[in-house]
């Protein structure tokens, strides 16, 4: 729903400063990308975050490249149907969740305007009685960049002993599904958790695009990965795999901009529609709450 005047522009703004769109370009290779506006600006010891360019509002946006998908919106447990040129990406592990719980009565939050109910219902890949929270990330956005501190606080101290979080990549364009790759490579290799931060840094701060294999390769070379390591985990089954299912999840969320968070499948929600970082958190506590039955 539209706002006249004040509120309108305010919201606008706060859109444009919470996400980075599908239809931005990379900045060329070898030049620090822009810097990212003020106030999604990481905390003060970091260096400012930089994104390929401005942002759009996640409502105006089309992913371009996004492959056209039919979904039924009446049957939660439906077979998707996908455009005969698109590789199949339907993932037999992955358990499409029920229909979509009430969602809680909150002072605070609403539906439509906080937050949007996914029909039908998304794969989810945890275990019975835990939550999933996902997080739809690239790692060339200034704003993911700029929101990740706060994701891994939560990640490591806020979020609860029921909560499983799980990063998904973007997918759109060459250049997402080139760090797609290197995110699940990372991953196959045991160094995500010391390299997430760093490829974020070298991207945004540094400059470094890492969108071709020899930047990425030398990349993880300064890190200790020695090349023929690093080419057999970038080019085998596993990675494809995580990129297939990272693919269909994208077109199954309609993802149009980032960061993008989605709960238990059910529920989508990003910076700008929460209100700011600190009610992010807290819808996302809410609505996990909810699905857990709390």
Known sequence: ?????????????????????????????????????????????????????????????????????????????????????????TQPSLRLGGPAATPPTSSQFREGSNYSRLVPAQPTSVPPGKVEVVEVFWYGCGHCFALDPAIESWRGKGKPGYVEFVRVPAMWNDTTRMHARLYYTAELLGKLEALHTPIFREINVGGNQLNTVDKITAFFREHGVGSDEFQKAFSSFSVESKLQRADFLNRRYRIESVPTVIVNGKYKTDVGMAGGEPQLFSLIGELAASEHGG
């Open 1 to 89: 729903m539209k706002r006249p005047g004040a509120s309108s522009a305010a919201l606008l703004m706060l859109v444009l400063l919470a996400a980075c769109s599908s239809k931005q370009e990379p900045a060329p290779s070898g030049q620090p990308a822009a810097s990212a506006p003020a106030a999604a600006q990481a905390p003060a010891e970091s260096a400012a975050p930089s994104e390929p360019s401005a942002a759009e509002p996640a409502t105006e946006t089309t992913a371009t490249e996004t492959p056209t998908e039919t979904i039924s919106e009446t049957d939660d447990g439906g077979q998707e149907t996908i455009a005969a040129n698109t590789p199949s990406t």
